[in-house]
């Protein structure tokens, strides 16, 4: 028996037993022979009233009882001992189930078993190894074999085997046959040993502190927990859940400034979990003024690729204040990065700076147009500005990103699932429609756009068929002169221009966009659509230009092999399938939209 297993089951013949050793107990050691000159426990049943025999399914030393079937005892009779003790023996049992049946057979009512099994560990066949076992699973086994739980723990962290140890007692019957001990209550042997240094043992891995911390926390005990997680930090500084931990029994406490180093420290380990941004921005939300200064200069200490791990994935968890934190900091360190300065704007529409996060989108806006940047969003701009156009209509919206930038007197959004941080509501001139854009059109439409509209954006699933479809009812309501936009016209690669998002991802050519095949809608409109104008700014993925007029020029493709055609094709011809403009053509055609500018 391993050192852990021994000290245990000692501890229990002295804190449970130890005021009964004048009583006469019959006392059994379930698979008790002694295997390679390993220690046994029948030293710790030495009193004279007791009787202690070992069993086992084979003969050897310290076997008393041989039992041929090891589930079916016949050398014991039912209601027979008072003290079952089995240790590292019931993962080598393949149905322990039955065991734990013979177990309850055997005690008098009021007997207990105390058993000792692995809930972790390598491999160690005897002549098998099946189980390893959780304190849920020994209650199970308990509940199976009709025996009440007294204590069950489980060592988490502690040592190579990491002992669970449950005391099981049989329900008294009344009768005269029942055992001389009591009913007794949990006295928490296991929780005990597992708290005293001296007592414990084993090797300590970080699992420990974080389960010795979990139990003064749900005992109300914060300080303590606070303690043990920064005994377990001084040994492992590098452990992310300790160090979330932290972060979070700190703010419980009322000392979100006492958090501050600690979640600066957490997180620069990767890889960050959601409970980690988490407690993060529970901790941001308490500090003062000079203490989220203080964070945020902490911040400019972390690596650049952290700090956009950090920022994306507080868009998902919903932990704005953190991730606006983190983007001003790069921000910082590049004040030209467009994408720094929109992903900070938009983070702050989750936090307490709402109307700040507006502003900024606004100001984003038109400092990209003052520096003559060619993109949707300044595409778009110049398109509703030209026009003098009083309502915009974008589908395919999320986060908002490009929506928000958009200066229109009234605007309406369309997607089934928005993601703009802190919500919709509240925002002026805008209308939400929280659907998929062909119900929109079948339902919301004819009153939304009762006035027609006169500059769409298409931003939508990325897909033919479902671009088609958007184009086609968004030209029913297109107001005279109006005109459509459409994102990611143009794959850079096959895996960019993969039908569906999953393959592209699978894609060897994967990098982080994905534009779908909207390619194709363009190519069918310019092949079937003489009515219109059809062309694609090379910028931006490719941004599609749609309107009713005269085309530049058509292509010929029968519908059929528009599906068919492949990437290499498309590519080796991209300028004549798309009529593909450089974006110094954007300012001749909005001449040519006879609005004055």
């Not at 027979?80 to 039955?98: A, K, M, N, R, Y």
């Not at 509940?143 to 007692?169: I, K, M, P």
């Not at 890889?271 to 400019?300: C, S, T, W």
Request: net charge negative; with cysteine.
């Amino acid at each position: 028996m391993h050192d852990s297993s021994l000290r245990k089951i000692e501890a229990f013949c002295r804190d449970y037993l130890g005021a009964h050793r004048a009583s006469a107990l019959e006392i059994v050691d379930l698979g008790a022979r002694n295997v390679d000159g390993m220690r046994t426990y029948r030293r710790f049943f030495d009193a004279p009233a007791w009787r202690y025999r070992g069993l086992d399914i084979e003969p050897g030393p310290n076997v008393d009882l041989v039992v041929a079937d090891p589930y079916r005892w016949d050398g014991l009779p039912e209601s027979s001992i008072d003290v079952l003790i089995s240790g590292q023996t019931l993962e080598h049992v393949e149905f322990p189930w039955l065991t734990m049946e013979q177990i309850a057979r055997v005690l008098r009512g009021g007997g207990v078993a105390c058993l000792v099994v692995p809930s972790a560990g390598p491999e160690h066949r005897h002549p098998v190894d099946c189980w390893r076992f959780y304190p849920d699973g020994m209650r199970a086994l308990a509940r199976h074999a009709g025996l009440a739980v007294v204590e069950v723990f489980t060592d988490w962290g502690l040592g190579q085997w990491q002992d669970s140890f449950a005391l099981l007692q049989k329900p008294r019957s009344g009768g005269a046959g029942d055992s001389a001990l009591p009913v007794f209550e949990d006295r928490k042997l296991a929780e005990r040993q597992y708290r005293d240094p001296q007592s414990r043992g084993g090797e300590v891995l970080p699992g420990f502190y974080a389960h010795l911390d979990l139990i003064e926390a749900r005992g109300g005990d914060l300080a303590a927990a606070a303690a043990v997680l920064r005994e377990g930090l001084a040994r492992f500084p590098d452990n992310a859940y300790l160090r979330q931990r932290q972060v979070g029994v700190l703010c419980a406490l009322g000392s979100p400034g006492a958090a501050l180093e600690p979640a600066l420290q957490l997180l620069g380990i990767t890889p960050i979990g959601p409970g980690a941004l988490r407690n993060v921005e529970l901790m941001l939300r308490k500090l003062n003024a000079g203490e989220q200064g203080y964070f945020e200069r902490g911040l400019d200490t972390l690596k650049p690729a952290t700090l956009g791990r950090i920022g994306e994935a507080c868009f998902s968890e919903q932990c704005f204040t953190l991730g606006s934190c983190a983007w001003a900091s790069l921000l910082r360190r590049r004040p030209g990065e467009l994408d720094y300065r929109l992903h900070r704007a938009v983070a702050l529409l989750g936090t307490a700076q709402r109307a700040a996060g507006l502003q900024a989108l606004a100001e984003a806006r038109e400092a990209q147009l003052a520096e003559g940047l060619v993109n949707r969003t300044t595409i778009v701009q110049r398109i509703i500005r030209r026009l003098g156009a009083q309502r915009y209509l974008e589908i395919g919206v999320e986060r908002a990103t490009n929506f928000l930038q958009i200066d229109a007197p009234q605007r309406v959004a369309v997607d089934p699932a928005f993601a703009v941080p802190g919500g919709v509501e509240g925002i002026a001139a805008t209308r939400w429609f929280a659907v998929p854009s062909d119900e929109f059109f079948e339902q919301h439409a004819r009153t939304a756009l009762a006035d027609g509209v006169e500059v769409v954006f298409i931003d939508g699933l990325h897909s033919y068929a479902q671009v088609l479809r958007d184009i086609d009812n968004a030209l029913t309501h297109l107001a005279p002169g109006g005109v459509i936009a459409l994102h990611d016209c143009l794959p850079k690669n096959a895996a960019e221009a993969c039908a569906n998002e999953a393959d592209a991802r699978r894609h060897l050519e994967f990098g982080n966009a994905w534009t779908g095949d909207v390619y194709r809608a363009i190519v069918h409109l310019r092949a079937n659509r003489a009515d219109l104008e059809v062309f694609v700014l090379d910028t931006d993925h490719g941004v599609g230009i749609v309107r009713r007029g005269a085309p530049l020029s058509t292509v010929e493709i029968d519908i059929e092999r528009i599906a068919a055609l492949d990437f290499a094709e498309f590519a080796a011809r991209r300028e004549y399938w798309l009529e593909l403009r450089p974006v110094s053509f954007l300012d001749e055609w909005l001449e040519r939209l006879g609005v004055p500018g």
